[in-house]
C-alpha cells in the first residue's frame, strides 16, 4: 500500500494529456542482484522481483506458487554464516533449466559487488524454489518492454565479465520477510511504476502537446542516475522519441502533398 501511495504522488507529476493516454499501472520491487553460491552450470546472478497481480499472467508448470514463510538452514555454501534465513521462490520454467535448478532445491544467495546497491548486503540468503511458470501470453501488453520474468538472459557488467541471469519470483506477501532475512545489512530496493500506453488514445492532434509534455516530464525525472548508487527517480520511456518520429514523417508527408 505504501508503494502504490508513492506512485500516486510521482503520478501528480505527470501532465494531464500525458495520463489520458494511460489504460493501466503496476509497480515492481526489484532486490540488487545476488550472487548463485550454489553451483550452477556457470556463473549466475539473480535478483528478487515483487510483482502484484502477476499471478494472473502465469501459469504453473511444476510445484506451485510461493508463500511469505521464512525458515531458517545451514549450508555449506554460506561459509561462517551459520544460519540463514530461507525465502519461497519461483523460477520461469526456462530460467530453472538454464540455472540447473528443480523444485525442492534451495539457492543460497551472496552480495554481488557488481550492482552497488548490494554494497549494504552484510550476511548471505536463501531461496527454496516451490516452483516453476510460464508466460502465458509474451504479447500481452502487460510484459511490454518487460522480458525477464520470461526467461534468463546474460547479464555483461563489462567486456571481460558477464553472467547468466534471471528473476525469483517471491510472493507478494514476502516483503516484510524479505526485509526481515537482510535486516542486519537490508539492501535499498528498487522499485518501478509501469504505466501501459492505449496506442488508440494517440492522436496527431495532440502530438504536439505529448511531446512537449514528455519534454516537461524529463526536466522533472532525469533519464539517467547521476550518481552510483542512486538515490531518487528515473524517468524510463520511449514515447518522446515514437511521437518525435511520427511528426518527422507527417511533415514529410505534407511537404510532399505541399509538392
Keep these: 500500500a505504501a508503494v502504490d501511495e508513492r506512485g500516486e504522488e510521482h503520478e501528480t507529476a505527470i ?4 495520463r489520458s493516454l494511460f489504460v493501466d499501472r503496476y509497480f515492481t520491487i526489484d ?3 545476488w550472487h548463485v553460491a550454489t553451483e550452477t552450470p556457470e556463473a549466475s546472478t539473480v535478483f528478487l522481483r515483487i510483482r502484484p497481480g502477476v499471478e494472473a499472467l502465469i501459469a504453473y508448470r511444476t510445484g506451485r506458487p510461493p508463500t511469505g514463510a521464512v525458515s531458517t538452514a545451514t549450508f555449506p555454501e554460506a561459509d ?7 525465502l519461497e521462490g519461483a523460477l520461469a520454467a526456462p530460467s530453472a533449466e538454464a540455472l540447473d535448478v ?6 543460497v544467495l551472496a552480495r554481488d559487488p557488481t550492482d552497488p546497491l548490494a554494497a549494504s548486503v552484510a550476511a548471505p540468503m ?4 516451490v516452483g516453476t511458470y510460464e508466460v502465458v501470453d509474451a504479447a500481452h501488453p502487460y510484459w511490454s518492454g518487460d522480458t525477464e520474468m520470461a526467461a534468463s538472459w546474460i547479464r555483461s557488467v563489462s567486456d571481460d565479465l558477464e553472467s547468466r541471469s534471471a528473476v525469483v519470483l517471491p510472493s507478494p506477501d514476502a516483503d516484510s520477510a524479505l526485509r526481515e532475512a537482510t535486516a542486519e545489512g537490508h ?23 505529448v511531446a512537449a509534455d514528455m519534454r516537461r516530464m524529463e526536466g522533472v525525472f532525469p533519464a539517467t542516475a547521476t550518481s552510483s548508487p542512486f538515490q531518487g527517480t ?13 511528426q518527422a514523417r507527417w511533415r ?8
Design 15 to 18: 501532465p494531464p494529456a500525458l
Design 31 to 33: 532486490t540488487p542482484f
Design 80 to 86: 561462517a554464516a551459520g544460519s540463514i534465513d530461507v
Design 102 to 107: 528443480a523444485v525442492g532445491d534451495t539457492i
Design 126 to 129: 536463501a531461496v527454496e524454489i
Design 187 to 209: 539492501p535499498p530496493l528498487r522499485y518501478r511504476w509501469r504505466y501501459l500506453v492505449d496506442p488508440a488514445r494517440l492522436e496527431a492532434d495532440t502530438a504536439d502537446q
Design 234 to 246: 528515473l524517468l524510463r520511456s520511449n514515447l518522446l522519441a515514437l511521437v518525435e518520429l511520427q
Design 252 to 259: 514529410s508527408v505534407e511537404a510532399v502533398l505541399a509538392v
